[in-house]
């Protein structure tokens, strides 16, 4: 039979207590050896008694007793088993019939008794067991050998397994009093079986195998589950295990709890000093804990904020509504989330954060709160912004320069329309006049329309390159005015007298309304003012079918002080509030086929516009499709430099406006005309040497007419070179010098003339336009400049200033 585990529920509580085992095998013994005593003390009560003590009404002779042991039978046992009697002192002889058990109360324990003794004489132990037919009982022999030795098997197992659990324990771990135990029961079993080896007479040796075998099936009962009691023989190495267990577990939680306190306190101390806010709440979302980061970030503290919850003190105006949905629907749900929030702080600056939420769970993974890691990024948000500005900026200069570079195509391609279309006016009546030989067969009135042709569309070019070089001058910053004192009602007058002609051929009325009180000075550059109101008149008539173009004239000092108001009113198309937003643009108008039906360069509203922001005012616009426009024109007044009216001899009428003025206000300048003035012109175009010649001469003036520069300063030296002092300082009373020729050009001549003491006046002729080549003349020594082309008038005019310049100082 195999042993039961230590574990297996199928043995009992009792079988496995060692002190259980060991009492019930001394009990057994004892009860034994109790039941040994009596029978062997009766069996021998008359051999061992003196034959006095011998009760005479039992007494009876051998032959009288019923004949179980015959003499012949003492005989051969005293043969067979001549030790034990003789052992024990008692001799053969002495074994007499008395032995019989035969005062048995009754019939049927005479039976019981009779079968257990084999129904034989009683003899010790030691001897051989005879039946009452004198036989040796041999099965109960052998099977009282067997027991006896399956019994004294039982007792080693159990004696060895003690040792061996004794000497596996550590000293310090064995369980001494379990151990003494163990010794007391293998001394009271092995004294015990000793005690029934030793008896004289054994009353019953049937009923000792009995009792051996149920002997030994309770040995082997505990002798083969000794394995169950290993624990209990164990108990002290168990408990001083567990103990040192338990102990070493207690040092490595405390040291656990060290490492997780340090952590603990180190990440607390990392929250506290972390840049970025930390934030816990309870499951209900109110503040239990802020680091300091949170306070950097928010200005609010703990005491602030502990017990209410975030939103009601963080979010402002600005935050959006839809990350806060978000962030709830995560939190009920459990979930973490990461979102960009826009808070306010205690002071109620506006900042950004990105908010990582996460929940924290107990030891049942329930929820106990959120944790809340707040970033601020209001810096990263403004550059974000700022890149996006930029990236909204640049695109929007990327399709504004699409637009410039679509526009300026346009332009471009209207341009060469514009100036290719009075060109070949230019041109072709210009080979009509030179084709016909005779010229008897063209009258003089058809010579006077071409010439008449040519002339108004050489002026049409003219103002189409002048618009150009405007705006050039506009997008380079070079732009300036002149302010000078100038006679607003006269200036008015002459641009309604101007513009009078244009509105008649197309039929339109044009009315000027003066709305009085008006300054009769003010201090204005009168060639940009007229500039600004031909354009805006011109653009009026040229849009307007029908109806009437008026040009309204005020101040206002409530609205506009220190300025003029023009209004130029029509009744032409109109426009849409987008055709109005481009209108002022560069190279543009309002439509491309406003272009092609009405044709114009696009330019002159741009240039009318910062012309009028560099006298002091603006121009606006307001237009309703279909209904006409209205461009409103402001300009400042200025400050009158001078409280002198020029009079010159050449328009006396301005000395009749001043006759009710001061006598001390007028000053009478003496403009002499250019009659019998010598000129030297310096230009090695040989077209505009005849033609600027013809001009000079037909005025009056004597003209020396050079290729260039060293030839004329050849011409004025003594010597004949230009190295040598000049000839005649009054040779010429005045130089008209080109500035862009071979050999030497105008720079170099007009510095060569200073430096040799020339002081008459050098008038500047070039065909560069710009302010920078003015400056450039100037600065070079000349007095006067004049572009090309060069206006007959013009060229008059300033021969005839200069001159008299010369004489005034003189």
Known sequence: MSPTPPDNPQVSRRARDPRWIA????????????????????????????????????????????KFIQTAHLASVHEMCPLPASAFGVPVSSISPVNRLDHAPSRTGASIVDFFTGGGYYMPRTHCLLTSEGTSDWPWIIALLVLNAAVIVSYLRIFIFWMRSYFDERAEDRNQQLFDLAAIFLFCAICGYAM???????????????????????????????????????????????????????VELERQVRNRTSEVNRLA?????????????????????????????SGYTI?????????????????????????????????????????YSKSGREYYIRIEIDPLRDERGEISGFMAIESDITEQHQHQEELKRHAEEME?????????????????????????????????????????????????????????????????LLAIINDILDLSKIEAGMMTVE???????????????????????????????????????????????????VNLLGNAIKFTENGEVSMKVRTDANTFPGLIVIDVVDTGIGM?????????????????????????????LRISKSLAQLLGGNITISSEPGKGSVFQLTISTGLAEASREVVTDVKPESAAKLLVKDESAV???????????????????????????????????????????????????????IQGPLKNVGLFDLIVTDMQMPEMDGYTLARSLRTKGFTHPIIALTAHAMEWDKKRCLDSGCDYYISKPVDRAALIDTCRNAVAATINTN
């Open 483 to 533: 302010k000078i004192p100038t006679d607003l009602v006269h200036l008015l007058k002459d641009v309604e007298s101007l513009m009078q002609f244009k509105a008649t051929r197309k039929g339109i009325n044009l009315r000027l309304n003066l709305v009085e009180p008006l300054p009769t000075i003010i201090n204005t550059d009168p060639v940009r003012l007229k500039q600004i109101l």
């Open 23 to 66: 009492g019930a095998v001394a009990l057994s013994f004892l009860g034994l050896i109790l039941w040994d005593q009596p029978f062997s003390l009766y069996s021998q009560r008359d051999s061992l008694l003196p034959s006095s003590s011998v009760n005479p009404s039992h007494s009876q002779p051998l032959a009288s007793r019923p």
């Open 576 to 604: 849409t509030p987008q055709q109005m937003s481009q209108l002022f643009g560069a190279f543009v108008q309002a439509d491309t086929s406003t272009t092609r039906k009405f044709g114009g360069t696009g330019l002159g």
């Open 396 to 460: 929007r200069l990327r399709n504004a320069a699409e637009s410039a570079n679509h526009a300026k195509t346009d332009f471009l391609a209207n341009m060469s329309h514009e100036i290719r279309t009075p060109m070949t006016a230019i041109l072709g009546f210009t080979e009509l006049l030179a084709e016909r030989s005779d010229p008897a067969g063209t009258t003089s009135a058809e010579r006077i329309e071409c010439i008449e042709t040519i002339r108004r569309n050489g002026d049409h």
């Open 269 to 297: 101390e990392i929250a506290r000093r972390t840049a970025n806010g930390v934030m816990i709440t309870d499951r209900k979302g109110r503040v239990e804990w802020i680091n300091e980061g949170f306070t950097r970030i």
């Open 196 to 250: 029934s080896m030793l008896m004289f007479v054994w009353p019953a040796y049937r009923l000792l195998a009995f009792f051996l075998l149920a002997l030994n099936i309770f040995s082997r009962r505990f002798c083969t589950n000794l394995a169950s009691f290993r624990k209990v023989f164990a108990s002290k190495r168990l408990e001083r295990q567990l103990r040192e267990m338990v102990e070493s577990r207690a």
């Open 303 to 343: 005491e602030d904020l502990r017990g209410k919850k975030p939103g009601d003190v963080l979010q402002g105006p600005n935050t959006n509504p839809e990350v806060i949905q978000r962030i709830g629907d995560a939190i009920r749900q459990g979930l973490p989330v990461t979102e960009e929030v826009v808070n």
């Open 667 to 721: 000053e009478i300048v003496k403009q002499l005309p250019p009659d019998g003035l010598n000129i030297a012109l310096v230009e090695d175009g040989l077209d505009n040497q005849r033609l600027i010649a013809f001009h000079l001469r037909k005025a009056g003036a004597t003209v020396a007419v050079f290729d260039n520069g060293k030839l004329a300063l050849e011409a004025m030296t003594s010597d004949g070179t």
